[in-house]
C-alpha cells in the first residue's frame, strides 16, 4: 500500500485490527464491492469487530488470490465523472469450504461470529423457483441431508453450524440473505427448516428463537471483472491487482429490522433499516432486474455486447421504460412519499454508465432461476388484469429464443444456466416450430408453475411474440413496439 499515490483511500488501522464477527457464504465480486463495502465504513464510524471470514463454496481462486494479496483488493467506482478508487481491508481471510468443511461449520458455531451473511446467487439456494421449496431430491441437497457427508451446499452448511452452534451453546446469530430473490429472509429460513425437518427435526425449535433471517434488498451494479478491467486498474494504481472490481458510484441497501444478535453500524454508513422490505425488493426486482434481464436477452439477440450498448440507442431506451411504466409500475406498491419516477429515470442512468461494460451475456446467466421473479409475477398479474402485457412477454420470448443457443446471425451463444440442457432438447424436438416451443417451455413447472395456475392466454401471448421475434429479429420487434 505504501506504493499507492495519495488519491487512493486505505483501510485504517482500526479495520485491519479488528477482530472478525461475520462469516460469509459466496465471496464473490458482489459481495466485496458491496456488504463488504458498508462494513468496512460501519466499522470506521462506529468501531466494533466486525470483519469477514470469506468462504467460498465454488471455487480456490478466490481464496489463493486473497492470499497472495495479503486480503486486500480495490474497488473502483466508474462514471462519467472519473475513477475513484479504494482498498478495501475487511476481509480478514477466506475458506475454500471443500478443503475443510469443518472449519467452515466450526466458524457459524463461533461464540465471536454474530452475523451470517449469503451472496450465493438465486441457484445456491436449491430451490425449486417456481414453488420457492427445497430441491430435495437435487444430488447436492440429497449428498447433505446425510450429515455423514461433507456439505455441499450453503444450506448444509448452515443447518450443519447452527447444530454446532446449539451444541456450544454459542448464542443467537443473524443470518442475512443478500441475494436477489423476493422475501429471501424468508425464503432462506424456509428452505433451512425444511432441511431440518428431514435431516435433524429437534434444531427447528431452537433455530426458531435462536436464530433472525432478516430480508434485504442490495443493489450496486458490479460486472464481474474482466482482462480489460484488471489492466486498467493496473495502469490506475500502478500496481497489479487479481481482485480489482469496477463499479458504479450508486448502491443501496435496505434491511428488515430483524435481529436478535450484535451487527455493525450499518444505518450509519447509509444502509436503510426499516420495518418492512417487500416493497423495496419488488420495485428492485421488477424495474431494475426485470429491465436488465430484458437488456441481457433482447439485447443479446440484436448484437450488443453491454448494457450501455443497448441502452444508448433511442428504441431500445424507450422500449425499456415502457415497461418500467406500463407493464412493471402497475403491479408495485409504491412506498408512500417514494419517487419512483426518479427512480427509472435513475436506472436508465445507471444502466448507461458507459464505462463499466456490463455484458448481455454475464446477466443472462441462470434465466432459469431468475424469471419467475422478475418478469414472470409481472406478467401473470397483467395478464390476470386486463394490464399491458407485449414488452414482457417479448422480453420472455427473447429468452426463450436465446437459450435456444443460437443467434441471429446463426452464431452459436454459449448458454450458462443450470436447465440449459433441458432447453436444448426443447428446441430439439420442437424443430423451428414456435408454438411447439413454447408448449415445451410452459410445461416447465419449476419456471411456470403449474399448468392449471398459469393465466389463461400465456401461450397465445408467448407464441405470438416468439413468432414475431423469429420472424423480424429482436431490433425491428423493439422498434415497431415503441
Ligand atoms: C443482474 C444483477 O446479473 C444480473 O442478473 O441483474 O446482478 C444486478 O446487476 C444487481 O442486482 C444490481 O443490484
Known sequence: MADLGPAVDRPSAVVLAAGTGIVHLGIGAFHRAHQAVYTEDAINRAGGNWRILGVSLRG????????????????????????????????????FAPENPGAVIAAIADRKIHVVSLTVTEKGYNQDPASGSLLSEGADIKNDL????????????????????????????????????????????????????????????????NVAFPCTMVDRIVPAASDEALQ??????????DLALLTEPFKQWVIEDKFVAPRPAWEQVGAQIVDNVAAFEALKLRL????????????????????????????????????????????????????????????????????????TWQIAMDGSQKLPQRLLHMLYQNIRSGGATGATALAVAAWMQYVGA???????????????????????????????????????????????GQPAGLDFLLFDALSQLRAHGAMDCITNYC
Request: hydrophobic share 40%.
Open 60 to 95: 480456490a481462486a478466490v481464496r489463493d488470490r486473497m492470499r497472495k494479496q495479503n486480503h486486500l483488493y480495490s474497488v473502483t467506482e466508474r462514471s462519467g465523472g472519473g475513477d475513484r478508487a479504494r482498498i478495501i481491508g475487511v476481509v480478514g481471510a477466506v475458506l
Open 146 to 209: 446425510d450429515l455423514t457427508n461433507p456439505p455441499k451446499t450453503a444450506i448444509g452448511y448452515l443447518v450443519r453450524g447452527l447444530a454446532a452452534r446449539r451444541q456450544a451453546a454459542a448464542g443467537p446469530l443473524n443470518v442475512i440473505s443478500c441475494d436477489n430473490l423476493p422475501d429471501n429472509g424468508r425464503v432462506l429460513e424456509g428452505l433451512v427448516l425444511e432441511f431440518c425437518d428431514l435431516a435433524v427435526p429437534d434444531l427447528a425449535g431452537w433455530i426458531k428463537t
Open 232 to 241: 486498467l486498474v493496473a495502469n490506475n494504481l500502478g500496481l497489479a491487482d
Open 288 to 359: 431494475l432486474n426485470g429491465s436488465h434481464s430484458t437488456i441481457a436477452y433482447l439485447g443479446y439477440l440484436a448484437g450488443f455486447e453491454t448494457v450501455s450498448d443497448a441502452v444508448a440507442v433511442p428504441q431500445f431506451k424507450t422500449f425499456v421504460r415502457q415497461l418500467m411504466d406500463e407493464e412493471a409500475t402497475p403491479t408495485l406498491q409504491i412506498p408512500p412519499g417514494f419517487d419512483v419516477a426518479g427512480y427509472k429515470d435513475q436506472l436508465l442512468e445507471r444502466f448507461s454508465n458507459p464505462t463499466l461494460a456490463h455484458k
Open 406 to 452: 443460437r443467434d441471429e446471425a446463426g452464431q452459436p451463444i454459449e448458454v450458462s444456466d443450470p436447465l440449459a440442457e433441458t432447453f436444448k432438447q426443447i428446441h430439439d424436438k420442437a424443430d423451428g416450430d414456435a408454438k411447439k416451443i413454447v408448449d415445451g417451455f410452459l410445461a416447465l413447472k419449476a419456471i411456470f408453475g403449474d399448468p392449471q
